[in-house]
């Protein structure tokens, strides 16, 4: 466990070879940065964007629709003399495409 904010400031100093006026030396500098590298933030895994999008089809409301379209489709097949089951299903699966899409971007 890394300790150094507890230590005086002289131990502090003397442990890195610094001096509190002039801070670093140049070539003290080249050293730790060759031997440490850069003092930097790694980045981040970043999701791809098709990933992403797919997140966006399979949230629970997203799901809920895809499934109450299917219902409707299935409704359609077995009475298929009133196309409003039908109608309703493409009207289902259509607001998840646009939304999820929106939500994407």
Do not use: R
Request: charged share 15%.
């Amino acid at each position: 466990m890394q300790e150094e904010h507890l230590w005086a400031k002289e131990q502090l100093l003397a442990n890195f070879h610094t001096s509190e006026d002039s801070g670093l030396s140049n070539a003290k500098a080249s050293e730790l940065l060759k031997e440490l590298g850069e003092n930097a933030l790694t980045e981040k895994a970043s999701t791809p964007w098709y990933i992403a999008l797919l997140h966006e089809f399979t949230s629970f409301f997203a799901l809920l629709l895809w499934f109450a379209g299917a219902l409707c489709w299935v409704g359609y097949g077995l009475d298929s003399s009133a196309p409003d089951n039908l109608f309703l299903a493409i009207i289902l699966w259509l607001v998840v495409v646009i939304t999820a899409t929106f939500s994407y971007a």
